[in-house]
Nanobody, 123 residues
Framework: QVQLVESGGGLVQPGGSLRLSCAAS????????MGWYRQAPGKQRDLVAT???????NYADSVKGRFTISRDNAKNTVNLQMNTLKPEDTAVYYC?????????????????WGQGTQVTVSS
């Protein structure tokens, strides 16, 4: 069983900062890409940022220069540092990871999601 648990959401004023964290736990053999997605009310879930196990990153245009994704492969964690936050960043943020689980004679790679954490940017 694999779980992704997020933390760090909350209410912040425009221009402020927040740091989101996500920890993967369970019977993990390896983790490939990890990332963050967000979903605002009435909208689809969109990519925010991803990072591969080798450290290559990808960002949505709307967050480039303001958000930074990082990961600790030894701890199976991924973080999202969000600076200069805007009201349009308000959304539920979800952690995502491609995780391989394995036994003696099998392996399986699946996509896992966290439960989501609310980020609200408002004065």
């Amino acid at each position: 069983q694999v779980q992704l648990v997020e933390s760090g959401g909350g209410l912040v004023q425009p221009g402020g900062s927040l740091r989101l964290s996500c920890a993967a736990s369970g019977s993990i053999f390896s983790i490939n890409t990890m990332g963050w997605y967000r979903q605002a009310p009435g909208k689809q879930r969109d990519l925010v940022a991803t990072i591969t196990s080798g450290g290559s990153t990808n960002y949505a245009d709307s967050v480039k220069g303001r958000f930074t994704i990082s990961r600790d492969n030894a701890k199976n964690t991924v973080n999202l540092q969000m600076n200069t936050l805007k009201p349009e960043d308000t959304a539920v943020y979800y952690c995502n990871a491609r995780i391989t689980t394995a036994g003696d004679t099998w392996s399986k790679t699946s996509t896992y999601w966290g439960q989501g954490t609310q980020v609200t940017v408002s004065s």
